[in-house]
């Protein structure tokens, strides 16, 4: 199954966020882990975050995506100003 819509090698075909296998969510969080992973994993996440169908989901099958979200920010201090500049803009 494909991962997300990304440009990523990690990714090939758009597929909602919510219909990513648990598995592959399990892998990001632990190459969260490994810091020299961020450019691995930043880019499909980053993708993820722009996809409304995440925010308009319901909460148990976002959940899975709260642990890769809180490591993307903890990881990356400009993705939350990104991400909060993209709703202030929409």
């Known amino acids: 199954m494909p991962l997300l819509c ?20 399990e892998i990001i969080i632990e190459m969260a882990k ?3 992973a961020l450019k ?3 880019a499909p996440i980053a993708e993820l975050l722009n996809d409304n169908r995440l925010f ?10 709260k642990a890769v979200v809180k490591a993307l920010f903890d990881a ?15």
Request: hydrophobic share 45%.
């Open 56 to 65: 308009n989901c319901h909460s148990d099958a976002a959940s899975k995506w």
């Open 40 to 42: 691995a994993w930043r």
């Open 6 to 25: 990304s440009k990523c090698a990690l990714a090939y075909y758009c597929v909602r966020p919510t219909d990513v296998d648990d598995i592959i969510v």
């Open 76 to 90: 990356d201090k400009t993705a939350f100003p990104e991400l909060l500049g993209m709703f202030l803009s929409a």
């Open 34 to 36: 490994i810091p020299a």
